[in-house]
């Protein structure tokens, strides 16, 4: 049986994560953690339990892992790259000193940990196309530095303490379910909420900016396979580089025009997400996940466009009989 703790589980990732978890260990608890004013609500607060969990507060960490047994801690508590660049100190804040206090308390009452890294943790000096597993992290941003600390951190838990630290590094995260917030990435999200609502959609990136992307499915199943991958079998932990696709925002305009003729899209450069996007890989070369954990993706641009599209036009059709009923 597995007792997991989510932490940031009413979060872009978070809030699906938490539903595949309790599907999945239907006998275990799977605790939503939240802060207050992101409170659970509908089927995520009536299919378990969940706790007040704030990462900067170590005793509610371990209040929560106390009272529920847990074994498994998934850190998805995180300011995203263009927000963090507006609030450093509150990146740093969560994303390191959180990820401390999550540490901590796993090395005492002996948890796995989950913590997901990012194509952020690169920058300009890293190889920009197929970037490899292991290569230069000198990341220039907040959010990077906050991922690279994050991955060394775990990695010294693990060989120090003996915590059972996995990680991946996410592409840009694409979801009908929760819409992200901040992030450099986010675009691959809204264009397709642009496209659905019958909106012309103005790109904060230019063409030719490529970045990795991932259909949230597969961003699930990376961050459950791994958890469950037999040790053994590991060389790296903290943090595989996974991929399934790599675009610029001409490809996926283009890709969504196939089955929304009329759509439209003007660029209007957001200079913060176009510098931050320049600093990051294309792409990125996951063989040692699919080596060592036999990671695969399922989606492409084309299977993740059609299912994006289908799941919004029925939420904005339900919205628009709500609206007119
Ligand atoms: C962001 O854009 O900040 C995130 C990421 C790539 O980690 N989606």
């Known amino acids: 049986m597995k007792n997991i703790l989510i932490i940031g589980a009413t979060g872009q990732i978070g809030s699906e994560l938490t539903m595949k978890l309790r599907g999945l260990y239907p006998n275990g608890n799977v605790v939503a953690g939240y802060i207050p004013g992101a409170e659970p609500k509908g089927v995520l607060l009536e299919s378990g339990p969940s706790a007040v969990v704030d990462i900067t507060n ?14 498994t801690i998934y850190n998805l508590a995180a300011v995203l790259s263009a927000v963090a660049e507006i ?3 509150l990146a740093w804040h969560i994303g390191v000193c959180g990820l401390f206090n999550v540490l901590e308390v796993a090395r005492e009452k002996k948890c796995a940990v989950f913590t997901p890294s990012s194509i952020g943790s690169f920058g300009p000096g890293t190889p920009k196309v ?48 929760t819409p992200p917030g901040g992030g450099t990435t986010d675009y691959a999200v809204d264009i397709y909420y642009s496209a659905c609502k019958g909106e012309k959609f103005y790109c904060p990136v230019k063409p030719g900016t490529f970045m990795d992307m991932m259909y949230m499915p597969d961003a699930l199943r990376a961050a459950v396979e791994i958890m469950e991958a037999d040790p053994a079998r590991l060389i790296h932990r903290n943090s595989f580089n996974i991929a399934s696709m790599s675009f610029d925002p001409e490809m996926i305009y283009d890709k969504i025009k196939e089955y929304v003729p009329d759509f439209e899209m003007e660029y209007k450069i957001d200079p913060l997400r176009q510098d931050i996007a320049d600093s990051w890989p294309d792409s990125l070369d996951d063989s040692c996940a699919r080596y060592e954990w036999d990671w695969k993706p399922e989606y492409d641009l084309d299977a993740m466009t059609k299912d994006m599209l289908n799941h919004l036009s029925l939420k904005f059709q339900e919205h628009l009989h709500a609206e007119f009923a």
Do not use: C, H, N
């Open 58 to 71: 170590p005793a509610q960490i371990a209040v929560a892992v106390e009272k529920y047994k847990i074994d």
């Open 87 to 89: 609030k450093p100190q």
């Open 130 to 177: 197929l970037t490899p597993q292991d290569t230069i992290q000198r990341p220039t941003t907040m959010y990077g530095v906050t991922k690279v600390t994050g991955e060394l951190l775990s990695d010294y838990y693990a060989k120090r303490f003996g915590v059972d630290t996995r990680s991946v590094r996410f592409p840009g995260l694409i979801s009908y379910a």
